[in-house]
């Protein structure tokens, strides 16, 4: 089956109970047994619940993975691929990441004896020249928020397997649609659901896929063992939002490249990061992995100060000021202040997330309102 069809129709069958064409929302903690250990597959809703199962079968199927798994949150998805790692275990991780994924890895997950190395993999070198015996992980974010890096999933799934580790992608700035990481050699697939699956705003949920019947085993003992599962109502919504995700997608590329180049020629701009540029530093590598190059986009003005940035985002009116990606409204962000604050300067300006750098989710809205708001705002 092609993306579209996957959508609407992968793991989903009608209620057997009713003919139901929807997915019901099973609110229920718990299912009534025949007798002790005798039941239709369903003991308790921590464990398994069959609104959840229904969408972690089509997000799974969206990605190519065998196996898929759906958390409480995009850092609940991540928590768990770090706790199938011991004390001793070493990550190699992207340096320019989401801001709350190295929050939970240097002040939670460091003080529980794991190590975490952060380099830039723009360059695969660099991860072969410290990947080691301890190495277990290879922590891959691409495109990489907030400046749109690319990194050659292929290459670096190439040195992890050399040498024994495995490797984990973060796939939420592309969505399924742009990027299947497992395709790629990698062996975990991570969304923050939160952002383009869901896409419409209104839900915080997690996922992880794989092919190994093994890792997913590790993440369904500690899905039910810590239990940060989502709830039946909101995997309802996620089904519901998925069923547009190519539509939603296909209108962010195109939107998302508008108003890329008009940035770019702007006399106020200073530098546009998105990846559909012919000479953004890893483009070959983006359109040799990636379907499209998406609506994220970030930008300096000349003025790079911080007063600058804050002039500029007071302006916006169709843009809203919010923390998060991915709908189908468009938002502005200032990682510096937002959703990179937990990243000290003196890391965050090495590699180019200056003060002034703002961010923009490009939603899907006509384009020519976006581009007339931009235009008031950065004039
Ligand atoms: N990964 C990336 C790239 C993100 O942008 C975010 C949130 O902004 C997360 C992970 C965390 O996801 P959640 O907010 O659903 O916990």
């Known amino acids: 089956m092609k993306f579209a069809t996957k959508a609407l129709h992968a ?20 299912y009534v047994q025949d007798g002790p250990g005798i ?17 972690e079968n089509n997000i799974a199927a969206l ?37 709350g994924s190295f929050r939970l890895f240097t002040q939670i997950f460091e003080a529980f004896g794991i ?9 695969p070198q660099k991860v072969e020249e410290i ?26 799934s190439a040195i992890a397997h050399k040498h024994g580790a495995k490797v984990a992608v973060d796939n939420t700035f592309a969505s399924p649609y742009l990027q299947n990481p497992l395709n790629q050699g990698a062996d975990i697939v991570m969304h923050s659901v939160t952002k383009y699956i869901a896409g419409h705003s209104d839900v915080i949920m997690g996922f992880l896929g794989t092919n190994d019947p093994e890792i997913d085993n590790a993440f369904g003992f500690i899905q039910n063992s810590s239990g940060a599962v989502p709830g039946p109502q909101d995997c309802f919504l ?27 020629n702007h006399p106020n701009v200073e530098k546009v ?25 970030s930008f300096m003005q000349k003025e790079d100060t911080i007063e600058q940035a804050e002039s500029t985002l007071s302006k916006f009116k169709l843009f809203s000021l919010a923390e998060s990606l991915g709908g189908v409204e468009s938002l502005v962000g200032h990682p510096s202040g937002m959703t990179h604050a937990s990243i000290p300067k003196e890391k965050r300006i090495v590699g180019g997330l200056t003060d002034s750098l703002i961010r923009l989710s490009v939603g899907i809205e006509d384009v020519d309102d976006l581009i007339a708001d931009l235009k008031q705002a950065i004039e």
């Not at 793991?11 to 718990?30: K, L």
């Not at 039941?39 to 969408?55: C, I, M, S, V």
């Not at 190519?64 to 770090?82: L, Q």
């Open 63 to 99: 990605e190519n993975a065998k196996f898929g798994r759906c958390f409480a949150s995009g850092m609940s998805a991540t928590e768990t691929v770090i706790k199938t790692l011991r004390p001793g275990d070493e990550v190699i991780s992207t340096g320019d990441l989401y801001g």
């Open 273 to 297: 990061y998105w990846p559909g540029f012919e000479d953004h530093p890893n483009h070959d590598i983006a359109k040799k992995q990636m379907n499209g190059f998406g609506g994220m986009i």
């Open 115 to 123: 190590k975490f190395t952060f380099v830039d993999m723009r360059d």
């Open 131 to 156: 990947i080691n015996e301890e190495t277990k992980l290879i922590w891959v974010e691409t495109p990489t928020n907030p400046l749109l890096n690319i990194i050659d999933i292929e290459k670096i």
């Open 11 to 30: 793991g989903i069958e009608p209620d057997p109970s009713t003919g139901a064409i929807m997915t019901p929302i099973f609110q229920t903690s718990t």
């Open 238 to 264: 996620v089904l519901r939002g998925i069923k547009t995700l190519h539509l939603r997608m296909q209108r962010h590329c195109e939107n998302g490249e508008v108003i890329a180049n008009y940035l770019r």
């Open 39 to 55: 039941h239709k597959g369903y003991e308790y809703a921590r464990t398994h619940n069959p609104t959840r199962d229904a969408l």
